[in-house]
């Protein structure tokens, strides 16, 4: 066996050692404390898709949070079902994109690697096609190799390509054709076992440039080449994502060279600059622009645009809330990357409520923040108008200049209150009002004022904007003095309890038979009772009515007497005025009642003792429960035990049964006295007795 098929025998059982090592992985769930819940692998991609058995290629793979937006910092896992990873696990960078490369062994037959990637527990996976390794044997004449790497300055952005020549020569220093040409462009490595790649377990990793303690491939490339007739080959090398120097080793045999070229970090984004196409767009649906591109330049520290590929975050931090939206992801986060200009762009669309939307960009999770900002979304052309008068009635009848504040409101389709500076005309019938006025926040102001034309005391003012296709009418009373007052609701009657009140209702109009103005004072007079000396009305729109409280009172005496008692105390006389001097009036009448007879208020003025034979003299109060005189009570008297007494007597207005009189009996002893009321039609008959010593 020679050398070259010794070192292929090696290289095969290398990485069938490093295979097991990964298939022990296959398993391993991947956490990443840095990724928030549900965060996933959203897809996961092969540089090329068939590849021969020896040779390499790029596995890559983006992780997105549930909104869709790329994720930087998430620890992604890789496996594969047949050859070796360069990097089991990895982290995701600003575009949510995590790299590690297959590496395959050199065999015989046609294969089908499966490489997964997975983080949190989700995985996605991708096939890769590898076909059978040929060798016509030329690389055991080579003795020495040449390798080149052009630029071997780049972006570490995962797009910079660069182009890689090699040249074998045997002893005598002729080109070597079909010599098959190892490569490996990835961190510095001692190859111990002379195979051209880095071999997990018995390489010396010399330079690690990310501190992950394993070989990383520097990015992209043909894993071998085969030089042609003139002994010379050449691939492409795609850089990747990690910042360093690196080199790029030519293996073939025992023979290899080694050419260093480095990779750049992106230059980060110290500062946004943001922007907006437009200062104003119009809400969704009335037929203006509803659209606006936002464009965040970001800048590195010198002041210059960043290169393609860094996030730049967009958010909605103030609006109206009416749906207004980025990109239709409402107010964001919404992650864009810039382009090859370093601007990141995003639209804005209008929601259908007016009103200022502030937008701010970020960057490097927020340790950048640009400027707010501002986009006005103006409201439609005038859908809606309304008007009304403060106040509703004016004393203008009869005075010229009194004024009223006419205010208009015009709004859009979806209620937003139109453009400052949208016209409004105003027109009356009656009196005179301002003829325009200018929006502002949707609102416009006018002065009516009172004077000629007058017609019938109502002004008509007619509000138009749009060229007249859009008008509203509001009015107003321009009243005059009460000419007329008119009790619309009164008690019919009130227990005269001196606890009974009702209501006295007037309506005060003009000479128009309008409303006067509210504040009109009216006047209350009564004959029994009490009642509110004066009362205003209100409104004066809805109606013009003032109000006064008739309290009821215990009467002195009997204002009606009836015999028998018709329970009537009096009626108290209700008069209204208003105007000068009272020269609008009305009048009323209202009940005051009385009640049944009461003994407990009703009294004698007779003696408890008496002379024998003695002629004594007496009268009687009645008086209902309340305490009102009674009059007309017919009421009869008898005695017990002897004597005389008066045999009836009946009630005045003062409650009083007069010119009574006792003669005592001519023997000692007790008699007593008995009146009895008799009235049928008006309380039930009581009882007054007294009992009176004979001396």
């Known amino acids: 066996?020679?050398?070259?098929?010794?070192?292929?025998?090696?290289?095969?059982?290398?990485?069938?050692?490093?295979?097991?090592?990964?298939?022990?992985?296959?398993?391993?769930?991947?956490?990443?404390?840095?990724?928030?819940?549900?965060?996933?692998?959203?897809?996961?991609?092969?540089?090329?898709?068939?590849?021969?058995?020896?040779?390499?290629?790029?596995?890559?793979?983006?992780?997105m949070d549930p909104d869709g937006a790329p994720v930087e910092g998430a620890k992604v896992g890789f496996t594969t079902s047949w050859g070796a990873l360069a990097t089991l696990q990895t982290t995701s960078g600003v575009d949510g994109r995590a790299t590690t490369v297959l590496l395959t062994p050199i065999s015989s037959q046609n294969i089908t690697a499966e490489v997964r990637a997975s983080t949190a527990g989700r995985v996605k996976y991708t096939t890769v096609d590898i076909t059978p390794f040929v060798d016509d044997g030329g690389s055991e004449d080579v003795s020495e190799i040449a390798v080149s790497m052009t630029p071997s300055l780049m972006r570490a952005d995962g797009l910079s390509s660069a182009?890689?020549?090699?040249?074998?020569?045997?002893?005598?220093?002729?080109?070597?054709?079909?010599?098959?040409?190892?490569?490996?462009a990835g961190e510095k490595f001692q190859d111990a076992d002379g195979d051209g790649v880095f071999t997990v377990g018995v390489d010396l990793l010399l330079v690690d440039v990310n501190a992950n303690d394993t070989w990383d491939a520097a990015g992209t490339t043909a894993g071998y080449v085969t030089t042609g007739v003139d002994g010379t080959a050449s691939t492409t090398f795609q850089a990747g994502s990690i910042p360093g120097e690196f080199a790029l080793r030519a293996t073939s045999g025992s023979v290899s060279a080694e050419e260093s070229f480095t990779l750049e970090g992106l230059?980060?984004?110290?500062?946004?600059?943001?922007?907006?196409?437009a200062p104003e767009i119009q809400v969704d649906g009335t037929g203006g622009e509803e659209t606006t591109e936002l464009q965040a330049t970001g800048l590195d520290q010198d002041g210059e645009p960043v290169p393609s590929g860094l996030a730049v975050t967009f958010e909605i931090i103030q609006g109206p809330h009416g749906g207004e939206s980025l990109e239709d992801e409402g107010y964001g986060p919404v992650s864009v990357l810039t382009d090859a200009l370093g601007v990141a762009r995003v639209r804005l669309r209008s929601g259908t409520i007016s009103g200022t939307v502030v937008v701010e960009a970020s960057a490097r999770d927020g340790a950048v923040v640009s400027r707010g900002t501002r986009v006005a979304i103006a409201a439609g052309p005038p859908y809606y108008i309304d008007a009304g008068a403060d106040p509703v009635n004016i004393r203008g009848w009869d005075i010229i200049g009194v004024d009223s504040k006419i205010t208009v409101i015009v709004s859009d389709v979806y209620e937003n209150p139109v453009r400052d500076g949208t016209v409004v005309y105003f027109t009356t019938e009656e009196g005179t009002v301002t003829p325009s006025s200018p929006t502002e926040g949707g609102f416009a102001e006018a002065t009516f004022y009172s004077g000629a034309p007058r017609n019938d005391g109502i002004a008509h003012i007619t509000a138009s904007t749009a060229g007249g296709?859009?008008?509203?009418?509001?009015?107003?009373?321009?009243?005059?003095?009460?000419?007329?007052?008119?009790?619309?609701?009164?008690?019919?009657?009130?227990?005269?309890?001196?606890?009974?009140?009702?209501?006295?209702?007037?309506?005060?109009?003009?000479?128009?038979?309008?409303?006067?103005?509210?504040g009109t004072v009216v006047q209350f007079e009564t004959?029994?009772?009490?009642?509110?000396?004066?009362?205003?009305?209100?409104?004066?729109?809805?109606?013009?009515?003032?109000?006064?409280?008739?309290?009821?009172?215990?009467?002195?005496?009997?204002?009606?007497?009836?015999?028998?008692?018709?329970?009537?105390?009096?009626?108290?006389?209700?008069?209204?005025?208003?105007?000068?001097?009272?020269?609008?009036?009305?009048?009323?009448?209202v009940d005051f009642l009385t009640t049944s007879a009461s003994a407990a208020k009703s009294s004698t003025s007779l003696p408890i003792s008496a002379d024998i034979g003695e002629s004594v003299p007496f009268d009687l109060t009645v008086k209902d429960y309340w305490g009102n005189p009674l009059g007309g009570h017919l009421?009869?008297?008898?005695?017990?035990?002897?004597?005389?007494?008066?045999?009836?007597?009946?009630?005045?207005?003062?409650?009083?049964?007069?010119g009574l009189s006792f003669t005592a009996p001519a023997v000692p002893g007790k008699v007593t006295v008995q009146a009895l009321d008799t009235d049928a039609a008006f309380g039930d008959a009581i009882v007054l007795s007294q009992t009176i010593d004979i001396q």
């Open 635 to 658: 009421w009869s008297f008898s005695v017990s035990g002897g004597g005389v007494v008066t045999a009836s007597g009946t009630s005045n207005r003062f409650g009083i049964v007069s």
């Open 527 to 589: 004959t029994l009772g009490t009642i509110d000396g004066s009362a205003v009305t209100g409104d004066g729109w809805y109606d013009s009515i003032a109000e006064g409280r008739l309290y009821s009172s215990v009467l002195d005496m009997d204002y009606s007497v009836q015999t028998p008692d018709d329970g009537l105390g009096g009626v108290a006389e209700i008069s209204v005025r208003a105007g000068l001097a009272g020269a609008a009036s009305a009048s009323t009448q």
């Open 469 to 518: 296709t859009l008008s509203t009418q509001t009015g107003l009373i321009t009243s005059g003095p009460p000419a007329s007052v008119t009790i619309i609701s009164a008690p019919a009657a009130l227990n005269a309890d001196g606890r009974a009140r009702g209501r006295v209702v007037v309506r005060v109009l003009d000479s128009n038979g309008n409303f006067v103005v509210s």
């Open 1 to 63: 066996m020679n050398m070259e098929l010794m070192k292929r025998v090696v290289w095969v059982l290398v990485l069938a050692a490093v295979i097991g090592g990964c298939e022990s992985n296959n398993n391993e769930e991947i956490t990443g404390p840095v990724v928030p819940p549900g965060n996933s692998v959203a897809s996961i991609a092969t540089g090329r898709a068939v590849i021969m058995a020896g040779d390499s290629t790029m596995i890559s793979a983006v992780v």
């Open 267 to 277: 230059p980060e984004i110290v500062s946004i600059a943001l922007d907006s196409e």
């Open 163 to 184: 182009t890689i020549e090699v040249a074998a020569t045997d002893a005598a220093g002729e080109p070597v054709a079909g010599a098959v040409i190892r490569l490996a």
